[in-house]
């Protein structure tokens, strides 16, 4: 089968100036897109900005004979996020591809967190997604009836020491994508998520011996795949490290169902209720009213 390519396309990658972004944009941009490389160029933590980041990345692309130009803005800002696309309109003149990866990192125990360590990993993780997706979905939903979005997740969003801010968040983009991708599939907008593991600077220190071989470049044919035309699935979750590509589900067991049930027949059923066997995948509200109005007639 041919090569995925992109050609006569637009991406947008957020946060493409340094680790996994930068990746994605290499790549796209390698297989014919033209791309908008966004980075505020902040510190891990989010301090400050600079222009270096996307300019190099930029630098890079068409030193390798592709098309690319630079933004700076911030997603986690409205406007900011309206200007990224405004950036990729007034150069490109389309948004076929939009991959929501910008980051930062405010590790600390929820009792240590501040208020100001809490908003800014939601505000950039989370409000940041939904403004990069708000801003693109007039021209992806209404004006092309044609997108693709991924967005980047976490296996943080199974829960993590340390990380309120950054699972709630990683969570919550979950949840937005998966409703996304149910109101976008009827104008061909497709949304899917993404769970990286890879060595960058957000990650050098946290990965211990495996991270030699955890290059961004393993983790980036998932975004390849996902906004690619040909892609065939829509609000799915998919693992990337390594080399290892996996899906991640949300399931819902079966449980016990009994009338009347009571405080007590929890405890007495704890186990049954946890048990996974049979469990069933949910991807809509739907699905796990069919399960209970199945346990319902039994
Ligand atoms: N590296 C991993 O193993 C890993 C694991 C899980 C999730 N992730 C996620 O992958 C994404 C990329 O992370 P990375 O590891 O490449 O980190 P990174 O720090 O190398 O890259 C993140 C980039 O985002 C940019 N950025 C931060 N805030 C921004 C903002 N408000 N607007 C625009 N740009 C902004 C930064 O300047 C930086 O260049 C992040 O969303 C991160 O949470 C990474």
Known sequence: MADLRYDDQVAIVTGAGNGLGRSHALFLASR????????????????????SAAQKVVDEIVAAGGSAAPNFNDVASFEGAQAVIDTAMETFGRVDILVNNAGILRDKSFKKMSKEDFDSVINVHLIGTSYMCKAAWPIMYDQQNYGRIINTTSAASFGNYGQTNYSAAKAGIVGFSKALAQEGIKHNVRTNILAPIARTRMTEDLLGPMAKELHPELVTPVVAYCVHKDCTVNGEIFSAGGGRIGRIFWGVTPGVKMADISAEDMRDNIDAIMDPAEYIIANSPADE???LSVKLKA
């Open 32 to 51: 014919g897109a033209k791309v908008i490389v966004n980075d505020l160029g902040g510190s891990v933590a989010g301090a400050g900005s600079s222009e």
């Open 289 to 291: 009213l069919k399960m």
